[in-house]
């Protein structure tokens, strides 16, 4: 009994082979900044902004161009604690903190898996990572502080839906920062 083997057609992408992106030290601190005041001021004169997440886009965006975990989980950390600061008296400091951490990491970590660049890869992305950060911020405020958070699957579809779509947009003007 003789086994072939059949030769392997694909092409196998190792760590080197994926494009890594790096970005000049104003653009990682002013885009951040910037989406974060916008999320702020905006919403007080549009009504559906408060369903738009601007720094979590930026969160995934930067994390999946540096295809590099911890830099994803730090960038995660800055942007969620920046949003955490504006947030409101009300807002328990690290919420958002933490939840962006989360996605920062995970989203970083897919990046070295997938191609991230593709529209549709990133609008799965983002509407998949909405869900994720929306479930962390609810376990945290539920369930460690006990605050009275109230979850809406619909809400949660239309926002990550809405954040998807934008997502896109978002993604394409960004890239212009990129640099090799």
């Known amino acids: 009994m003789s086994t072939r083997v059949m030769p392997f057609r694909g092409s196998l992408t190792s760590r080197e082979q994926v494009s890594v992106f790096e970005f000049s030290w104003p653009v990682i601190v002013f885009v951040p900044l910037v989406a974060v005041l916008i999320q702020i001021f905006i919403p007080v004169k549009v009504r559906f902004m408060p369903i738009v997440d601007l ?65 549709g890869t990133r609008f799965l992305i983002t509407f998949g990572f909405f869900g994720v950060h929306q479930g962390v911020y609810y376990g945290v405020a539920h369930g460690l502080l006990r605050q009275g958070v109230q979850w809406s699957w619909s809400h949660i579809a239309i926002s990550a839906l809405a954040n998807a779509v934008l997502g896109i947009f978002v993604y394409k003007f960004l890239d212009r920062f990129k640099q090799r």
Not at 58 to 79: D, K, S, Y
Not at 82 to 110: E, K, R
């Open 55 to 119: 720094p979590f886009m930026v969160t995934i965006f930067f994390a999946t161009a540096r295809r590099n975990p911890i830099t994803g989980c730090l960038t995660g950390c800055f942007i969620g604690l920046v949003q955490d600061l504006f947030a409101g008296p009300n807002h328990p400091l690290g919420m958002y903190g933490i939840a962006l951490t989360v996605v920062g990491y995970l989203a970083s970590s897919l990046g070295v898996k997938i191609d991230v660049e593709n529209p």
